[in-house]
C-alpha cells in the first residue's frame, strides 16, 4: 500500500503568516520523509530531507514527522510572495529494494503580498 | 552546476510517430528515474534504473521504453505514442542504491511537456 493523502489546496495566507503544510500516510514502512518544492514550469526540487520521527529546522522552514500517528508537517515562517509554489511531500522505505518515492498530489500554495 | 538536463522542454507531435525524450545528469548518480504529472494523479513513476544495463518499471510502464547504457544518459522512448500519454515528465537522479537508492533525495530536471494530438 503507497497511498499518501495531501491536500490539494489552493492554501492562500497573506505575507508574513505562518504556513502548515500536512501528509498523512497508511505505510507504516515508510522511514524517509521529503518536502519539495515546484515552482510552475520547473521540476520539484528539494526542501526538507528527515528520517523517522523529530524535527528538522532549516532557516524559515520547519519539517515534523509524527510516525505514531502517521502525519508529517511542513511549517513555514515569516511566509514571502516567493514561497508561492505547489508542495510536495515524498516518501519511501528501508531502502535497497525497488520501492522508490511516493509523492503526495501536492498543496498549492499563495502567499499574498 | 549540478543539474539533471531534459530535453526537449516542449513537444507537439501525432498518435504512431515514435518519440525520445534525453535525460542526462552530471553528478555521476547511480540511480535514474522518469516519472510522469498529471492533475489530480500526482506525480507517478515510469521506470527507474538502478545503474548502468539495469532497468525496471514503475508504476505505470505501458507504452514506455527506457535504456540505460551510459551512466549519465537515460532516455524515455515512446514506440508508439498516443493521446493518454499527453502529460509532464520529469527525470530524476539519485546517489548510490548501495547506500539503500530510496532514502537518497532525488534531483529533479525541469520537465518535458508532451502533447499527443
Known amino acids: 500500500q503507497k497511498e499518501v493523502e495531501q491536500d490539494p489546496g489552493p492554501l492562500s495566507v497573506p505575507e508574513g503568516a505562518i504556513v502548515s503544510l500536512n501528509c498523512t500516510y497508511s505505510n507504516s514502512a515508510f522511514q524517509y520523509f521529503m518536502w519539495y518544492r515546484q515552482y510552475s514550469r520547473k521540476g520539484p526540487e528539494l526542501l526538507m530531507y528527515t528520517y523517522s520521527s523529530g524535527n528538522k529546522e532549516d532557516g524559515r522552514f520547519t519539517a515534523q514527522v509524527d510516525k505514531s500517528s502517521k502525519y508529517i508537517s511542513l511549517f513555514i515562517r515569516d511566509s514571502q510572495p516567493s514561497d508561492s509554489a505547489t508542495y510536495l511531500c515524498a516518501m519511501s522505505g528501508s531502502g535497497g529494494g525497488a520501492d522508490g518515492l511516493t509523492f503526495g498530489k501536492g498543496t498549492h500554495l499563495i502567499i499574498q503580498p | 552546476e549540478a543539474q539533471v538536463t531534459q530535453n526537449p522542454r516542449y513537444l507537439i507531435t501525432v498518435t504512431g510517430k515514435k518519440l525520445t525524450v534525453t535525460c542526462s545528469q552530471n553528478m555521476n548518480h547511480e540511480y535514474m528515474s522518469w516519472y510522469r504529472q498529471d492533475p489530480g494523479l500526482g506525480l507517478r513513476q515510469i521506470y527507474y534504473?538502478?545503474?548502468?544495463?539495469?532497468?525496471d518499471k514503475g508504476d505505470v510502464p505501458e507504452g514506455y521504453k527506457v535504456s540505460r547504457k551510459e551512466k549519465r544518459n537515460f532516455p524515455l522512448i515512446l514506440e508508439s505514442p498516443s493521446p493518454n500519454q499527453t502529460s509532464l515528465y520529469f527525470c530524476?537522479?539519485?546517489?548510490?542504491?548501495?547506500?539503500?537508492?530510496?532514502?537518497?533525495?532525488?534531483?529533479f530536471g525541469d520537465g518535458t511537456r508532451l502533447s499527443i494530438l
Open positions: 530524476a537522479s539519485s546517489l548510490s542504491p548501495g547506500t539503500g537508492y530510496s532514502n537518497q533525495p532525488q534531483h
Open positions: 534504473s538502478m545503474n548502468v544495463e539495469v532497468t
